[in-house]
């Protein structure tokens, strides 16, 4: 009898459990891919961002011995050679503000996030993840890419140069969509928004304040409590 009450206690703390945890968000998306720049892809209509590396924007130059190259078209090209002819699957962890998948993409042999990094055409994006420091160390080591170069990190050329990818996001952006992807677990009345900006802050909006409207969330919140605890702040309103 004891034996019983304790497997139906257990029963009842792992439905418990199971009942109160948070759902994680996560997508498949799987097929052929065109590249976009040396991060991003579109499969399937899907826009995809490698999640956890910054490759040169496609407008960008490097220097070898005082003269300029297109990196950005380098990297480009290097990340065609690696999808072609190859399927694709992604899986996309969120959204970013221009409803791109931040994603971890991989063919039959490989992952491109790392291979990208490893042959020395990205950087690791170490705002976001630590995951591929080691790949760029070694890519360091051996000169390979990049490396072989004088060059500005992608995220300080686009704070440079920021009207103009923030006008070529503008153009190859989808429609926005009233409810995004990532918000498809929450439901009920919560209502405040939580973005995250490209210098990687994390920024909750409330109803009536200024850019509530216009701000598109990665990420819906029932009270400040919950957004603070996801790693949240609240937006600063000047007067």
Partial sequence: MIVQIDRILA???MLGMILTAK???????????????????VI??????????????????CSTNAAAWACGESAKRALEGLVDGQTIACQVQGYDQYERGLAVCSTEFLSLNEAM?????????????????????????RR?????????????????NASQEQQRERETARPARRNPPALARHTGGCTIKGNRSRRGEWIYHLP?????????PEEIFCSEDEARAAGYRRAIVRP
């Avoid at 759902?23 to 892809?41: E, R």
């Avoid at 399937?44 to 130059?61: K, N, V």
């Avoid at 009536?208 to 216009?214: A, F, I, S, W």
């Fill in 44 to 61: 399937a209509g899907h826009r995809i961002r490698l999640f956890g590396i910054d490759a040169p924007e496609l407008s960008q130059t």
């Fill in 144 to 160: 390979a890419g990049l490396w072989a170069s004088t060059f500005t990190p992608p995220w300080e050329y686009r704070t440079g």
């Fill in 117 to 141: 990094v490893e042959l020395g055409w990205a950087l690791a994006y170490t705002q976001f993840s630590a995951d591929y420091l080691d790949a760029q160390n070694r890519a360091k080591d």
């Fill in 208 to 216: 009536g304040m200024p850019y509530y409207d216009v701000t598109r």
């Fill in 23 to 41: 759902p994680l968000f996560a997508q498949s998306v799987t097929g052929v891919a065109q590249v976009s720049d040396g991060d991003s892809l």
């Fill in 11 to 13: 029963y009842l703390f």
